[in-house]
């Protein structure tokens, strides 16, 4: 698949990647945010994309616009493990939690890139993109405890990461929720920490003037119908430690 455009207005435009994933990996979406002559990639992802990742990006750039900002919004090697390419072959500077600007590195950084990183504290910031602003807000705990989504004011998407994550269906775009809720549930149980943090989050959420909710895995939501039913259900669902029960025992023998 194209690079698929999901919003675009004036010098604006926000591109999906081809899912690159391959064999044994787990399907992860890049997300690309263009203003002017500034980009942001979102969640580059491990080595098995690194390639062809760079590659489309830099036909979708074409010479007008440069990778300024690579934005992680977490540790996981499916966002992660190819930061060393990521920041040898560009000049852009690497967002990433600060509770996680150490651990990193242990995925082999260069010395000469290191200075490249820059951590990002619990209550967030906004990344200038040539003019245009957009917002790393706090999701901690969906799932990692050092965590942000991206939300970008311009075409009102929100960027939600690991939260919303889907995998095995067929489509890039959730047209019946209900039926979509077998692909999405059985990971936010046990990958979410607790309702507390999603509470937190719908709370955080619906003050937003959101279009678009789109995850690093799997379908994307549209339309605001769509977006509220996503924030409702995120809100009431039980997850990790009041969904599990009896973890903490000594595993049985044989
Ligand atoms: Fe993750
Ligand atoms: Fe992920």
């Not at 455009?5 to 591109?15: D, P, Q």
């Not at 990521?86 to 600060?98: G, H, K, N």
Request: glycine content about 8%; hydrophobic content about 45%.
């Amino acid at each position: 698949m194209p690079p698929m455009e999901i919003f675009s207005s004036g010098g604006h435009r926000n591109l999906l990647l081809e899912d690159f994933g391959h064999g044994l990996a787990v399907q992860a979406n890049q997300h690309l945010i263009v203003h002017g002559k500034a980009a942001m990639l979102l969640d580059p992802g491990g080595h098995k994309v690194y390639a062809k990742a760079r590659s489309e990006i830099d036909s979708i750039l074409r010479g007008t616009a440069t990778l300024t900002e690579l934005f992680l919004s977490h540790q996981d090697p499916d966002i992660c493990a190819a930061l060393n390419g990521w920041l040898m072959t560009t000049d852009a500077r690497a967002r990433i939690p600060s509770l996680w600007s150490r651990f990193v590195t242990h995925f082999g950084v260069d010395r000469l890139v290191a200075d490249r990183i820059e951590p990002v504290e619990d209550a967030g910031t906004w990344v200038d993109l040539d003019g245009c602003e957009v917002a790393l807000i706090p999701a901690h705990f969906l799932h990692s405890c050092g965590n942000f989504q991206v939300y970008d004011p311009v075409s009102k998407i929100l960027y939600t990461g690991d939260l919303g994550a889907s995998l095995g269906m067929d489509y890039w775009w959730v047209e019946d929720f209900d039926a979509h809720l077998k692909y999405m549930e059985g990971f936010h149980r046990r990958y979410m920490t607790a309702n507390a943090a999603m509470q937190g989050w719908a709370t955080l959420a619906r003050t937003l003037d959101i279009e678009m909710i789109c995850p690093q895995h799997g379908a994307m939501f549209r339309g605001r119908d769509m977006v509220k039913r996503f924030i409702d259900w995120v809100a009431q669902l039980d997850v990790g430690l009041d969904y599990l029960t009896n973890l903490y025992q000594m595993p049985v023998k044989g």
